[in-house]
């Protein structure tokens, strides 16, 4: 008896330990990305996996610190590809996390738009090491229901007709960079900080409160609680689906706006594949069938052509909008400290 | 004591004074050698020994507004649950005879749910056309809209909510182990119920004021969550500010620092009620 279980026991392990080594010789593809973010619904890495018979597995991020984190201790090696916000790929670059993409062989990339391909922070000199994925913006959103008429300017934000009833969002990069540009400076490179502590705390007043998730956003606005405020432009969009009577407009003074960009891992294990992959992602085919599920707007200038006139108005797909962003651009930690030292002190200001 | 016995009483030791070691003391300094250093050290990073951080404190005047504001929110709702918890344990421990057990347990029964899920339930609460409001229209005791929700009220509201569990039961155990022919003796001796009150059983019961109120002090003044749930645009305090140099702008040496003082202010808040301690032993002649 004892000897038989013993026996069924070792054969049950030389089939597992059969088993693993199957999986451990399949090729596997390792993604670094948010969870839930186009990269992993399953139908795309099904695509993906039967087309090039590898296996596609993913690891998630809670932030961007998180990925650089990961790719310092350890990751080099190990993982394929990464999606970085592109204010963090002159970091990963120095560090000598990345390598470089050809660019020549996605037959994709000439799709994208040339404002997001032309960025400085996706390259060093002459070599390309990230690729424009999808991109979005900060911007005014109101109440259409409430405020009859088109607003135009940032300053709504601090028009005391709506006292009481605007919100702004609790993030030291949004508040400053808006500040910046009702004040006419720069935005990723503000020339006058104590204006723009000035202005913060003058808006005070005459805010209903602060908002830092999504969703407090959608409450505020949903409960009338609130009817203008700086929102996202995803959100937004999602919003308006719902029918909710929100309008988003990107004003005179422009907006802050964001891109996510793929970058192949230093000494990435399948090199090929990696780039493959990225080619993948900013295809037309995955792009259209994301943004019709709901993603940010796509980097990609093919996708315009394919997409419905409402989903790619919605997601305001068009050169202009692009054109009249202020991208949020890499900045050192220290300066980074100091914008978090002024925002605290504004939120401190009794 | 014979050394068989000694070398057993440190075997016993060994286990709690290493889990404090580990996971007390070791911490706590590496929180400190953070708190002295310029940056996180990493493979990129170059980490100096400065005292910057902790400069910053005593140079910026927002680091200490902040903080005052933490200690005078954790006085206040330490004050308001003395005010609840106190007839509610002395009517737990005193009065009822019956189904004290039910009774207490159904103090218990807030801790069961998240902080988190707590604090998101004021939200609701006290959301402008939410429950409370139209409770309070229909009571005709207000007109219009209810402006609680973001206020600094609100965050006190729900941090007595969450803490006061905490006094109630430090009070309880105190206010039973009072020795009920105490009372009778006093009554016999022609006291009135008051003074009953005022010299034999509050001082009696000071040792269980005191827990019950460091209890409630000490993560009060550290909160965060709650004032930034419900405190809207008063909702910075010096908690909020430590949980964004960690989850934000990945200043740990700052946060450390910041984290560090708090700690400090906590210890000399704790010897203080050590003397009050000791002043109540002396008043009632003896700890008991």
């Given amino acids: ?350 | 004591m014979p050394p068989g016995e000694r070398a057993w009483r440190n075997t016993l030791v060994l286990p709690p004074a290493a889990w404090l070691l580990l996971f007390v003391v070791m911490p706590l300094a590496i929180m400190f050698c953070f708190s002295l250093l310029t940056e996180v050290p990493g493979p990129t990073t170059k980490a100096v020994f400065t005292l910057q951080n902790y400069v910053k404190f005593f140079t910026k005047d927002f680091y200490r507004l902040l903080t005052w504001k933490s200690i005078t929110m954790g006085v206040w709702v330490t004050a308001i649950c003395l005010v609840i918890s106190y007839p509610m344990a002395y009517y737990l421990a005193k009065v009822v005879r019956r189904h004290q057990t039910t009774l207490l347990l159904l103090v218990i029964i807030p801790f069961w749910s998240s902080f988190l899920v707590r604090a998101y339930s004021w939200v609701t609460l006290f959301m402008e056309g939410g429950v409370l409001e139209r409770l309070l229209g229909k009571l005709h005791l207000i007109s219009g809209p209810l402006q609680f929700l973001f206020t600094y009220p609100a965050i006190i509201v729900a941090l007595v909510h969450i803490y006061f569990p905490y006094m109630v039961l430090t009070l309880f155990v105190s206010l039973e182990k009072i020795d009920d022919r105490l009372i009778e003796a006093a009554q016999t001796l022609g006291s009135r119920p008051w003074s009953t009150f005022w010299r034999v059983v509050f001082p009696l019961s000071l040792p269980g004021v005191v827990a019950g109120a460091m209890l409630v002090f000490i993560p009060a003044i550290g909160s965060f969550v709650e004032p930034r749930i419900l405190g809207g645009l008063a909702g910075t305090v010096i908690g909020t500010v430590i949980e964004d140099q960690f989850l934000v702008v990945y200043n740990w040496p700052l946060g450390s620092a910041l984290a560090f003082l708090l700690l400090v202010i906590m210890l000399l808040v704790l010897g203080g009620t050590a003397g009050i301690r000791k002043l109540a032993a002396g008043r009632t002649g003896g700890e008991r």
């Fill in chain 1, 1 to 350: 008896m004892r000897t038989r279980g013993l026996t069924l026991l070792l054969i049950l392990t030389m089939i597992a330990s059969l088993a693993l080594t199957t999986v451990a010789k399949e090729k596997v593809l390792r993604v670094i990305n948010w969870k839930d973010y186009g990269s992993d619904v399953p139908w795309a890495v099904k695509a993906f996996e039967q087309k090039f018979g590898v296996k596609v597995v993913h690891d998630y991020m809670a932030s961007e610190e998180e990925l650089l984190t990961k790719l310092r201790t350890g990751g080099i090696g190990k993982y394929d590809v990464a999606l970085p916000n592109i204010a963090y790929v002159p970091i990963a670059i120095n560090e000598n996390l990345l390598e470089p993409i050809h660019t020549e062989k996605l037959t994709n990339y000439k799709q994208l738009f040339a404002k997001f391909r032309g960025m400085k922070e996706l390259r060093k000199g002459n070599t390309i090491y990230a690729v424009p994925w999808v991109w979005g913006s900060t911007s005014l959103a109101y109440n259409s229901e409430v405020i009859k008429e088109d607003l135009t300017s940032l300053s709504a934000l601090w028009d005391p007709k709506y006292k009481g009833k605007i919100t702004f969002h609790d993030d030291f990069t949004d508040a400053i960079m808006t500040a910046a540009l009702v004040l006419g400076q720069d935005p990723n490179n503000p020339s006058d900080l104590g204006a723009i502590k000035k202005k913060l705390i003058e808006q005070k007043p005459l805010l209903k409160t602060y908002w830092s998730q999504g969703d407090d956003w959608s409450k505020l606005f949903a409960a009338k609680q609130i009817v203008i405020g700086n929102a996202w432009s995803g959100q937004s969009a999602a919003m308006r689906n719902e029918g909710q009577p929100l309008k988003y407009v990107i004003p005179k003074e422009g907006a802050i706006g964001w891109v996510d960009s793929w970058v192949v891992v230093k000494n990435a294990p399948n090199r090929d594949l990696a780039e493959k992959y990225i080619d993948y992602m900013i295809g037309a085919d995955f792009l259209t069938r994301w943004a019709k599920e709901g993603s940010p707007a796509p980097a990609s200038e093919a996708v315009l052509k394919t997409l419905p006139k409402q989903v790619s108005a919605d997601l305001m797909l068009d050169q202009a909008t692009i054109d009249r962003l202020s991208y949020i651009s890499y900045r050192p930690s220290a300066v980074l400290r100091q914008w978090d030292e002024l925002w605290q002190e504004v939120k401190a200001t009794p």
